[in-house]
């Protein structure tokens, strides 16, 4: 047979990418690398400087300062901005990770986000209830309403035997015309054509507060995203159900037979990323927008997909994921305003960086054959050296 | 009535063709969600087709509109490549590749049509313009009641769907290769013992379904939207593959369940006006066929059988 | 030696870690029924797969009718009148009989002497004569998915004849069959000689070669060890070489000291999935200190009897009792709980969890459990010092410790680790379906030698397997399974392996 010999190029790649314990993390990294590469070839292409470009990329998110601002704002109010808008992507990835982790695809985060935010809104949102009250009930509802609908998956998934995905993108539009029939018959704004905004009382983002004598929001959510991202590790890794959850994921059968109920897992998974959707649909509508706009599904739940790809469906690894995302997605606008590089380029960048990672197990799969390629190569040249 | 039977058409056949396409990925055994993507970058291509070549036609030439439907094919099976790619030769996750594929669509798209409006076009635009296509009327069959309605203004598209679906029927049903790819659905390690390519097959049909696709996204540019922009990804994809599912992954069914999507769609309108409702009710009339389905999936799940080896990584090693 | 139409010299054929056929030379003459009998892993099938052109041999040439075989390929093969009917069929379920027999070489006609498509008509006709032709009665147009296992593996045969295959080779054809469908096959491989096929038969049934075979290879651990003439060769000698050492060894069977019984079946009746009824009212008990072995060909209902005592079926009618508690409506757990173990049939899909580690493997029955588990939250500290102790005193061989992950294991390795799991729950009842299936020779030896201690400490065993010599070294009572029926339950001591043997034919007393 014949063999080419390895190319130092592959061994080197090999020495950074080899160690398959590490790969969860490598790859991934790669995948940024290059989807970044990409980005700065674009740029460069554009005529931009691409350096700049990320520069201002991390100034549109308050991690960098800018060389001005407007009246009353700073880089902090650009850092809660991000924050705003960090939330519930992060709430959305641990949604689909939840999921992921039991084998099921939840492809419905977005309509679970908007369904929970909607019935938020209309019994909170438009209540006189005081902020005390109203805040943790916005919370509850879109979490209780998020995990109804995650379950009701679940349930015609283990009953009636439907693929997940297919229930999932249907419900999507059902909700998604359903509520826009009713915003546009009830709850019409008639200036702005979304839904009334809600009541301050039960906004989960601040608005004009005045910190560090800058004006900002304050994203209340973002704390408890936080929180449930360390929750969630703790919860997969650490506790029973987590086990069990992760066991129903990678074998059905054998989980079956080491005594787990599938049903209920399967049940458990998909209200549990059900209510995680919600809490999305919480931050982002009683959040971030304060409103809600009718006839669209945000793509935040199908990013959302990528970005727990990207994150390899781990509660940490999906922390520095979507941070990065959403890094790109937020810093896009500022990008564009200040050095003239079209928006278009960072959502372009975000979606390949999304390919690059969709190509992980190719990349695994052809490390571990360099890999077997080079032992054997060292086997050889030893017997042989051993001949001599 | 006859509005009902013009819209309805011209609404069911463009969402047939990228059902047909959905088909064929899927009895290949490959999933696919990426059919939104396909349409949009399909379209997209057609588009800038058109815009390009623009100056080199009468302004009253049907002609750009048939080339741009080939190139909106061509286009379509273009951008499937990155889909058949991920899913035969890298192994990824398929659903995952389908949604990755829809927003790199939706990205790739966005970003070169306002590229190539300010370098070709020196404009800002994040649209091509296209013009509504226009509609042929069949006397005396137009005149005929009720039925009359199928010859009344009707997009010269309808004829082209009409033709490339037999062709698509014809080779699915017919022809060797259709035998070979249904097979694949089934059981690819069959196909490899019959001494086939599995992997050459599925990623044709892959290929065939971006092509379908995108013929189909032209055509709803064309018709529903007289323009490209980003707005072409608004869930006909996925409606696509409701009716893909809902007519159990076969093409004449699909037909059936196309028809009934379309019909219901345009009926609805109708009837909203004429009950003078106000118009929002007709978001109610578009939930129909996604709750259609879900409820014959309920209902039925048991008679609707995916191609058995759907979404499984073909690996020729493992036996 | 031109009367060989296939011939293979010195073949040669490594994987990693093992030799699979060491210098292998054999001639097959054209019209006889050749057999390759041996063990599992003894090489037979990579011999095979090499003649079919699925591998190519690292050393050694192949001869097809004298001329050097330079290409291996499947496709190759085929042009070279060779056809293989492997032990997974390769049927495309909705399909029918003929379009699955036609695939990779439709035949065409023109419609409208434009249009070319599949002519499946003249399909079914060309099908049908040739399934008239050698007997094998089938009907062409119906599907696949409403065949049974015999008549799936007539249309693989079919499909080797349509494609005018001379040399047929059938690895492990019987091993999914019942007793009268095994005699059709013999026959219809018997009507194939007589119309001029050459057939090579691998097996590790000696009845079946003695029944039909004119020539047998025997390979033993990746060599041939011997070729002789099936008439003249006695199947005690055949068996002796197959195996490659003495026949019968000693494993320290102490004298049977029989308690209370622990698990009792009563009239059980199980459906499978599709309705049709495979257990069906099965009666048994099994003793404290007691090997109760469940003998029978494959497909008779014995991994049913198992999963449906372990939760894992659901019982459509009879009784399941153990330790005196009925537990026919109990959860899989709560069985467990009550004093069940299990080794399942299919270690890979069922009794482990592949991309887990060896140690949440190891856990995977008491990971709810104090101390591994308190108040819902795992303690890992524990399952690793608890693996640790298993990997020790079951001596489980992996590369990275309980860390490992068990996908990677051999194996005998996870089938280790299975055993270790299930033995050290303690329960007073243990089932092993197939313990041994596809390990080597020291592998089973452990695994038995597991048995036999549980045995001494008072377990009450049910040991199901396919291996009448592994029923006949271990069972202190055995009952022969046939359709789903008990026909035959009697001390061990009191049946020869020949009268089991016919009981698992379906011969009733």
């Known amino acids: 047979m014949k063999r080419n010999k390895t190319s130092p190029l592959s061994r080197a790649f090999l020495a950074v990418m080899g160690n398959e314990k590490r790969q969860a993390v490598t790859i991934p990294l790669f995948a940024v690398f290059l989807s970044l590469i990409a980005g700065a070839v674009l740029m460069l292409l554009l005529g931009k400087n691409p350096i700049d470009g990320y520069i201002s990329l991390l100034q549109g998110c308050g991690m960098l300062p800018k060389e001005k601002y407007a009246g009353g704002k700073g880089m902090f109010t650009d850092l809660m901005g991000y924050l705003d808008i960090w939330t519930p992507m992060l709430f959305a990835s641990l949604a689909v990770a939840v999921a992921y982790k039991a084998g099921l695809f939840n492809i419905g985060v977005s309509g679970q986000m908007l369904l929970g935010g909607f019935l938020a809104s209309i019994t909170v949102g438009y209540s006189p209830l005081p902020a005390v009250v109203a805040k943790p009930l916005t919370i509850v509802v879109c979490m209780i309403v998020g995990a109804l609908a995650g379950a009701l998956i679940g349930v015609l998934k283990y009953k009636f035997n439907i693929n997940e995905v297919v229930s999932a993108i249907m419900l999507n539009y059902i909700f998604q015309y359903v509520i826009s029939f009713f915003i546009l018959t009830?709850?019409?704004?008639?200036?702005?054509?979304?839904?009334?905004?809600?009541?301050?009382?039960?906004?989960?983002?601040?608005?004009?507060?005045?910190?560090?004598?800058?004006?900002t929001v304050v994203p209340l959510g973002f704390v408890l995203a936080l929180i449930a991202v360390f929750v969630m590790h703790f919860f997969i890794n650490r506790t029973r159900q987590g086990f069990e959850l992760k066991a129903v994921g990678a074998s059905r059968s054998a989980a079956e037979y080491a005594g787990v109920s599938t049903k209920r897992t399967i049940l458990m998974a998909m209200s549990l990323s059900g209510a995680l959707a919600g809490l999305a649909g919480a931050t982002y509508y009683l959040g971030y927008l304060g409103s809600i706009q009718p006839k669209v599904l945000t793509t935040t739940g199908f990013d959302a997909i990528a970005v727990c790809l990207l994150g390899n469906a781990n509660p940490l690894g999906i922390l520095a994921s979507s941070f990065l995302i959403t890094i790109i997605t937020k810093g896009g606008t500022y990008m564009n305003s200040s050095i003239g590089v079209p928006q278009e380029v960072s959502s372009l960048i975000t979606g390949l960086m999304l390919l690059f990672a969709a190509c992980g197990v190719y990349i695994r799969a052809r490390l571990k054959r360099v890999k077997d390629r080079l032992e054997q190569e060292e086997k050889e040249a030893k017997k042989e050296g051993g001949k001599a | 009535m006859t509005d009902i039977i013009v819209n309805g058409m011209a609404f069911s056949l463009p969402l047939f063709i990228i059902a047909v396409g959905g088909i064929y990925s899927e009895r290949s055994g490959v999933t696919n969600l990426a059919l939104e993507g396909f349409l949009g970058a399909g379209a997209f291509f057609g588009a800038v087709f058109v815009t390009l070549t623009s100056g080199l036609f009468a302004a009253t030439s049907q002609l750009p509109m048939y080339l741009a439907l080939i190139v909106a094919m061509l286009g379509g099976a273009l951008y499937a490549v990155i889909h058949a790619v991920l899913c035969i030769k890298f192994k990824a996750n398929q659903v995952i590749s389908g949604v990755v594929v829809n927003i790199l669509a939706m990205a790739l798209t966005d970003f070169l049509t306002s590229q190539i409006n300010s370098v070709a076009l020196g404009q800002s635009s994040d649209k091509f313009v296209l013009t509504v296509s226009g509609r042929l009327t069949f006397e005396p069959l137009a005149s005929i009641p009720v039925l009359g309605g199928f010859f009344t203004n009707v997009y010269p598209f309808e004829f082209v769907i009409i033709a490339v679906a037999v062709v698509a029927w014809y080779a699915m049903y017919k022809t060797r290769f259709g035998m070979r790819?249904?097979?694949?659905?089934?059981?690819?390690?069959?196909?490899?013992?019959?001494?086939c390519n599995v992997a050459r097959l599925q990623f044709t049909a892959v290929l065939i379904s971006g092509a379908l696709s995108g013929l189909g996204g032209m055509c709803f540019a064309y018709s529903v939207f007289g323009n490209y922009s980003t707005s072409i990804y608004t869930g006909y994809g996925y409606l696509a593959i409701a009716a893909m599912i809902f007519g159990n992954w076969k093409i004449p069914q699909t037909l059936g369940a196309c028809l009934l999507f379309g019909f219901a769609r345009s009926a609805g309108y109708v009837l909203v006006q004429k009950l003078g409702m106000p118009s929002t009710y007709s978001d109610l009339i578009m939930i129909l066929p996604y709750a259609l389905t879900l409820l014959l999936l309920v209902f039925f799940s048991k008679n609707n059988r995916a191609p058995r080896a759907l979404g499984e990584i073909y690996d020729k090693g493992k036996r | 030696m031109d009367d060989y139409i296939v011939e293979m010299r010195h073949v040669t054929k490594r994987f990693p870690g093992i030799v699979a056929n060491d210098d292998i030379s054999l001639g097959i003459k054209k019209g006889e029924i050749f057999a390759l009998l041996g063990e599992n892993g003894a090489g037979k099938s990579t011999l095979m797969s090499i003649l079919f052109g699925m591998y190519e041999p690292d050393e050694g040439e192949v001869y097809i009718r004298g001329k050097k075989v330079e290409t291996f390929s499947p496709n190759h093969a085929t042009e070279l009148n060779i056809g293989m009917v492997h032990q997974h069929f390769k049927l495309v379920s909705n399909y029918t009989i003929t379009e699955n027999i036609i695939l990779g070489m439709e035949p065409r006609r023109r419609i409208a002497g434009i249009f070319p498509a599949v002519d499946v008509k003249s399909a079914d006709k060309k099908v049908a004569e040739l399934s008239k032709k050698?007997?094998?009665?089938?009907?062409?147009?119906?599907?696949?998915?409403?065949?049974?296992?015999?008549?799936?593996?007539?249309?693989?045969?079919?499909?080797?004849?349509?494609?005018?295959?001379?040399?047929?080779?059938?690895?492990?054809?019987?091993?999914v069959l019942t007793p009268q469908e095994i005699e059709f096959l013999l026959e219809i491989i018997r009507e194939?000689?007589?119309?001029?096929?050459?057939?090579?038969?691998?097996?590790?049934?000696?009845?079946?070669?003695?029944?039909?075979?004119?020539?047998?290879?025997?390979?033993?651990r990746g060599r041939l060890v011997g070729m002789c003439d099936v008439a003249t060769t006695s199947t005690k000698e055949m068996a002796a070489r197959m195996v490659g050492r003495e026949v019968s060894f000693e494993l320290g069977k102490e004298p049977a000291k029989f308690g209370a019984p622990v698990l009792n079946v009563d009239h059980l009746s199980v459906k499978?999935?599709?309705?049709?009824?495979?257990?069906?009212?099965?009666?048994?008990?099994?003793?404290?200190?007691?090997?109760?072995?469940?003998?029978?060909?494959?497909?008779?209902?014995?991994?049913?009897?198992?999963?449906?005592?372990?939760?894992?079926?659901?019982?459509?009618?009879?009784?399941?009792?153990?330790?005196?508690?009925?537990?026919?409506?109990?959860?899989?757990?709560?069985?467990?709980?009550?004093?069940?173990?299990?080794?399942?049939?299919?270690?890979?899909?069922?009794?482990?969890?592949?991309?887990?580690?060896?140690?949440?493997?190891?856990?995977l029955k008491r990971y709810y459990q104090e101390p591994y588990c308190v108040k819902n939250v795992l303690h890992r500290d524990e399952f690793d010092k608890k693996s640790r102790e298993l990997i020790e005193r079951f001596d489980i061989r992996s590369g990275q410790g309980e860390q490992t992950v068990v996908r990677s294991m051999s194996g005998g390795n996870q089938q280790k680790a299975i055993v270790a799991r299930e033995i050290e729950l303690d329960a007073p009842c243990i089932i092993f379906v197939q313990p041994t299936r596809g390990l080597d020779i020291g592998a089973i030896e452990h695994i038995h030698e597991q048995i036999l201690a549980e045995r001494s400490r008072g377990k009450a065993i049910l040991l199901i397997s396919l291996e009448l010599d592994e029923i006949m070294n271990l069972a202190d009572t055995i009952g022969v399974i046939y359709n789903g029926q008990l026909l035959k339950t009697a001390p061990a001591d009191t049946l020869t392996t020949n009268e089991v043997g016919q009981f698992m034919m379906g011969v009733k007393e």
């Open chain 1, 186 to 215: 009830y709850f019409v704004n008639p200036v702005t054509r979304q839904s009334e905004t809600v009541s301050a009382a039960a906004r989960l983002t601040l608005q004009d507060v005045q910190l560090f004598g800058m004006k």
């Open chain 2, 181 to 195: 790819l249904r097979a694949c659905g089934d059981n690819p390690y069959a196909v490899d013992a019959a001494g």
């Open chain 3, 134 to 175: 050698f007997g094998l009665e089938v009907d062409p147009t119906q599907k696949i998915e409403d065949l049974n296992v015999s008549m799936q593996q007539r249309v693989e045969i079919l499909k080797m004849l349509y494609r005018e295959a001379e040399i047929l080779i059938f690895d492990e054809p019987t091993a």
């Open chain 3, 192 to 220: 194939m000689r007589r119309k001029g096929k050459t057939i090579i038969l691998i097996t590790h049934k000696l009845e079946e070669i003695k029944k039909v075979a004119d020539r047998c290879a025997i390979l033993c």
């Open chain 3, 272 to 363: 499978n999935d599709d309705g049709f009824t495979v257990v069906s009212d099965v009666s048994f008990s099994v003793r404290a200190g007691e090997i109760f072995a469940i003998a029978g060909v494959a497909g008779n209902g014995q991994v049913e009897i198992a999963d449906a005592v372990a939760g894992l079926a659901p019982v459509s009618s009879g009784t399941v009792t153990l330790a005196g508690k009925d537990i026919t409506r109990s959860s899989v757990r709560a069985r467990a709980e009550q004093g069940l173990a299990y080794i399942p049939e299919d270690r890979q899909a069922r009794g482990l969890i592949l991309d887990f580690t060896l140690s949440e493997n190891l856990m």
